[in-house]
């Protein structure tokens, strides 16, 4: 069955850790997204990608990394992490026109920094 | 001005009545819209999308778009507490079909 995983789920993680969120869709999509959401705010887009090779900063600023070296991985990655980066982390994929079906959500990365 | 405008809420609706939800937007040229269904602490799960004006239905949701208006709006009919989210309403903007834009969400909540 075609989907979107995320990895951990969860994750509680100490100040100043490196630490890279996994993200891997099956779908063969080619644009993929990391949101960034706390509780009951709105998604935040922190970072797109067009295909492999691409990426792009999204609209809030952020001070992960992510890299797109095969169609199907896409994962985030924080050098060092601050209690400030506390937050849901929520990847999406879509087609090449995301306007034909919509974005499709992996089930996030809640993420603790403590 | 947010190029996708939501109240945010919250909504209360007593269960088995009809729920309203309206979002609009700022650009004409908009083609694609979609309503994603929110559970707390859980992702975004699309569960309409509308292309053309008027009503579409698929079970006990129904979207309603109205271009001229700039507007699209969800019913949920028969309200159940399993209905009780938060409801996005997202954009496709004519000046390029890269992204998606997201409103900021309706909290809506089922009164048993």
């Known amino acids: 069955e075609a989907d979107i995983y995320q990895t951990p789920r969860y994750l509680v993680i100490g100040t100043g850790k490196k630490i890279t969120l996994e993200c891997s869709q099956t779908m063969g999509h080619d644009k993929m997204y990391w949101y960034q959401q706390d509780p009951g705010m709105e998604l935040h887009l922190i970072h797109y990608?067009?295909?492999?090779?691409?990426?792009e900063k999204g609209d809030l600023s952020s001070e992960s990394t992510v890299s797109r070296i095969r169609t199907e991985h896409f994962p985030l990655t924080l050098e060092s992490a601050r209690p400030s980066h506390t937050s849901q982390y929520l990847c999406?994929?879509?087609?090449?026109?995301?306007?034909?079906?919509?974005?499709?959500f992996g089930s996030g990365t809640r993420l603790t920094v403590v | 001005q947010k190029e996708v405008e939501q109240n945010s809420g919250p909504l209360s609706v007593p269960e088995g009545a009809i729920a309203s939800l309206n979002c609009t937007y700022s650009?004409?040229?908009?083609?694609?819209f979609f309503w994603y269904r929110q559970y707390s602490g859980k992702s975004p799960e699309l569960i309409m999308s509308i292309y053309s004006n008027g009503d579409k239905e698929d079970g006990r949701f129904t979207a309603q778009l109205n271009k001229a208006s700039q507007y699209v709006s969800l019913l949920i009919r028969d309200s159940q507490p399993s209905d009780s989210a938060t409801y996005l309403c997202?954009?496709?903007?004519?000046?390029?079909?890269?992204?998606?834009?997201f409103g900021t969400g309706t909290r809506l909540t089922i009164i048993p």
């Open positions: 997202a954009v496709t903007f004519s000046f390029g079909n890269e992204k998606l834009t």
């Open positions: 999406a994929s879509s087609d090449l026109d995301p306007g034909n079906y919509g974005y499709t």
């Open positions: 990608s067009y295909g492999v090779n691409s990426t």
């Open positions: 650009d004409r040229g908009s083609q694609s």
